[in-house]
């Protein structure tokens, strides 16, 4: 998995020299991860993988309460995080710092080698390219579906009402939805929802997708149309980040287990080796209680 | 009993003519102040500090100050001050603007804090600059949630826009007034402006229940 990360990022390997220095320092930090991707450091002399997300001893609080602790990561381009952990570990703080939804009170964040905690980052422009699938869905409520997908796309991007009509038609088809393009969202049942607010998302055309508990909020026999949806999304080159507690789910479509818990992310591992062998206390406890 | 509605048989259109100011003014101090009303709202909302300040002490002084004081000092120190001849007219839509404006900004206010955090969380996610999302998203939420509060702003205005026949605008009540002194009969005239004004309030109560009924289409 590693390598063709590192084969797939050479054209873009003077994005990643720009990050050349924050990459010693992010190094040093995340020595206290349990890493099992060593591979990716004893390459960095030639080719580094192709970073889209990097986060740099990530902190934040509200108030007195840390709830992110320090965490540090890289998420290469294309590749698919489950986020995992016990309730209240900071799982959706972690994501919502990462289009700054979160404000974080310490670290860095890069998105494609930008700095989005810069003052000077246009952070707007950056939210363009980032996705985000809530747990409540969130659709606009006095728009039809279709409205509510062509939005932003006309708005923001300024495409043609013709160009964005298409796209979100292809996007409801995608999805399944093609029938209540002209339904308003109260229509809808929660899995036709959280569906129609994935294609809206997917609408802008973005870089990297955030689900921040995507299927929580559904009536269990909706669960596996939503996750169908988002595992046909996973490695079409889109980076993706799902904050979620399906763990069967997590196991099949994850290239790599973000396990956090407490605000630290402590353990970072491919599917298959985290659910079989973790290798902390707390992970071996969470994985007792939901496998 | 004393008591002739022959004595409004070559008043009455005369009265029924005032029913033209009266709207007339209800409808542009309900603009008015329902422009100035959202300005006001987004201010107390705002970031910066002198904004929320201004907005503030704007809906302080309004609501703790009589209307009728107001449109007084508007009109007669107008022209004192500025050297400007204001008309009656101007004057009194700019008065019950600004001051129904301090009443909506609270209104409105409400309403966008009332609207889901997701829907601002959702544009905000999208890329969605602040200016476009609250003109497209939060602000339709908003007023279609105040919507019943706006309609009872209007009716107040529109009962309350007798006050302007102290100022001389020829409105139902200020006709009423005429007609009495002309034909020293008080109940006929009163009673007869008094109807013109609850069918106006019924006919704008239904208008408002089309408009939220239309509203309501996406629920």
Redesign the interface.
């Given at each position: 998995m590693t390598d063709e990360r590192i084969g797939a990022k050479d054209g873009k390997s003077e994005m990643t020299g720009m990050n050349g220095g924050h990459a010693e320092t992010g190094g040093g930090i995340s020595a206290g991860v349990a890493e099992t991707q060593a591979a990716s450091g004893g390459n960095a002399g030639n080719a580094k993988p192709d970073v889209m997300i990097r986060v740099e001893n990530l902190q934040k609080s509200f108030g007195k309460l840390n709830v992110l602790k320090g965490i540090t990561t890289d998420v290469a381009r294309g590749e698919v995080v489950a986020v995992i952990g016990p309730s209240g570990s900071g799982k959706s703080t972690f994501l919502r710092c990462l289009n700054r939804l979160e404000e974080p009170t310490g670290g860095h964040v890069w998105i494609d080698g930008i700095d989005i905690l810069d003052r000077r980052t246009d952070i707007t422009r950056v939210r363009q390219r980032i996705g985000m699938v809530f747990q409540h869905f969130h659709l606009f409520p006095h728009m039809t579906v279709f409205d509510n997908i062509c939005y932003a796309p006309v708005k923001v991007k300024g495409w043609s009402r013709e160009q964005a009509g298409a796209k979100a038609m292809d996007l409801l088809t995608r999805v399944g939805l093609a029938d209540k393009a002209n339904e308003y969202p109260s229509r809808l049942s929660g899995g036709q929802k959280q569906r129609a607010a994935i294609a809206r998302s997917l609408a802008m055309e973005p870089e990297i997708m955030l689900f921040d508990e995507p299927t929580s909020a559904l009536d269990p026999e909706m669960v596996k149309e939503v996750l169908e949806v988002i595992r046909g999304l996973a490695h079409t080159g889109i980076t993706m980040l799902i904050v979620t507690h399906e763990m069967k789910f997590a196991r099949e479509a994850a290239d790599t287990v973000y396990f956090l818990d407490n605000g630290l992310l402590l353990e970072k591992a491919p599917p298959d080796k985290f659910f079989t062998s973790p290798q902390t206390e707390r992970a071996k406890q969470f994985l007792d209680k939901v496998l | 009993m004393n008591l002739d509605f022959g004595v409004l048989a070559d008043k009455w259109q005369y009265l029924l003519g005032g029913a033209y100011y009266t709207l007339l003014f209800t409808f542009v101090s309900a603009l008015f102040g329902f422009a100035l009303g959202t300005i006001l709202s987004l201010f107390k909302i705002s970031g910066i500090a002198p904004l929320r300040w201004f907005a503030t002490a704007y809906t302080s002084v309004f609501r703790g100050t009589p209307l009728l004081l107001q449109l007084a000092i508007i009109y007669y120190a107008t022209p004192q001050l500025l050297n400007y001849k204001i008309s009656p007219l101007l004057a009194a839509g700019l008065a019950f603007g600004l001051n129904s404006a301090a009443y909506l900004s609270e209104t409105i206010r409400a309403g966008i804090m009332a609207v889901?955090k997701?829907?601002r969380?959702?544009?905000?996610?999208?890329?969605?600059?602040y200016r476009?999302m609250m003109k497209?998203?939060i602000l339709?939420?908003a007023f279609?949630n105040i919507l019943p509060a706006v309609v009872n702003e209007c009716i107040a205005l529109l009962k309350e826009s007798s006050l302007v026949s102290v100022i001389g605008v020829a409105d139902l009540m200020r006709r009423a007034n005429i007609v009495s002194a002309d034909t020293f009969r008080f109940f006929e005239p009163l009673i007869f402006v008094g109807a013109i004004y609850y069918v106006l309030v019924l006919l704008l109560t239904a208008l408002a229940n089309r408009l939220e009924r239309r509203l309501r289409?996406?629920?």
């Amino acid at each position: 998995m590693t390598d063709e990360r590192i084969g797939a990022k050479d054209g873009k390997s003077e994005m990643t020299g720009m990050n050349g220095g924050h990459a010693e320092t992010g190094g040093g930090i995340s020595a206290g991860v349990a890493e099992t991707q060593a591979a990716s450091g004893g390459n960095a002399g030639n080719a580094k993988p192709d970073v889209m997300i990097r986060v740099e001893n990530l902190q934040k609080s509200f108030g007195k309460l840390n709830v992110l602790k320090g965490i540090t990561t890289d998420v290469a381009r294309g590749e698919v995080v489950a986020v995992i952990g016990p309730s209240g570990s900071g799982k959706s703080t972690f994501l919502r710092c990462l289009n700054r939804l979160e404000e974080p009170t310490g670290g860095h964040v890069w998105i494609d080698g930008i700095d989005i905690l810069d003052r000077r980052t246009d952070i707007t422009r950056v939210r363009q390219r980032i996705g985000m699938v809530f747990q409540h869905f969130h659709l606009f409520p006095h728009m039809t579906v279709f409205d509510n997908i062509c939005y932003a796309p006309v708005k923001v991007k300024g495409w043609s009402r013709e160009q964005a009509g298409a796209k979100a038609m292809d996007l409801l088809t995608r999805v399944g939805l093609a029938d209540k393009a002209n339904e308003y969202p109260s229509r809808l049942s929660g899995g036709q929802k959280q569906r129609a607010a994935i294609a809206r998302s997917l609408a802008m055309e973005p870089e990297i997708m955030l689900f921040d508990e995507p299927t929580s909020a559904l009536d269990p026999e909706m669960v596996k149309e939503v996750l169908e949806v988002i595992r046909g999304l996973a490695h079409t080159g889109i980076t993706m980040l799902i904050v979620t507690h399906e763990m069967k789910f997590a196991r099949e479509a994850a290239d790599t287990v973000y396990f956090l818990d407490n605000g630290l992310l402590l353990e970072k591992a491919p599917p298959d080796k985290f659910f079989t062998s973790p290798q902390t206390e707390r992970a071996k406890q969470f994985l007792d209680k939901v496998l | 009993m004393n008591l002739d509605f022959g004595v409004l048989a070559d008043k009455w259109q005369y009265l029924l003519g005032g029913a033209y100011y009266t709207l007339l003014f209800t409808f542009v101090s309900a603009l008015f102040g329902f422009a100035l009303g959202t300005i006001l709202s987004l201010f107390k909302i705002s970031g910066i500090a002198p904004l929320r300040w201004f907005a503030t002490a704007y809906t302080s002084v309004f609501r703790g100050t009589p209307l009728l004081l107001q449109l007084a000092i508007i009109y007669y120190a107008t022209p004192q001050l500025l050297n400007y001849k204001i008309s009656p007219l101007l004057a009194a839509g700019l008065a019950f603007g600004l001051n129904s404006a301090a009443y909506l900004s609270e209104t409105i206010r409400a309403g966008i804090m009332a609207v889901d955090k997701g829907q601002r969380e959702a544009a905000i996610a999208l890329g969605v600059p602040y200016r476009m999302m609250m003109k497209d998203i939060i602000l339709p939420q908003a007023f279609k949630n105040i919507l019943p509060a706006v309609v009872n702003e209007c009716i107040a205005l529109l009962k309350e826009s007798s006050l302007v026949s102290v100022i001389g605008v020829a409105d139902l009540m200020r006709r009423a007034n005429i007609v009495s002194a002309d034909t020293f009969r008080f109940f006929e005239p009163l009673i007869f402006v008094g109807a013109i004004y609850y069918v106006l309030v019924l006919l704008l109560t239904a208008l408002a229940n089309r408009l939220e009924r239309r509203l309501r289409r996406s629920d």
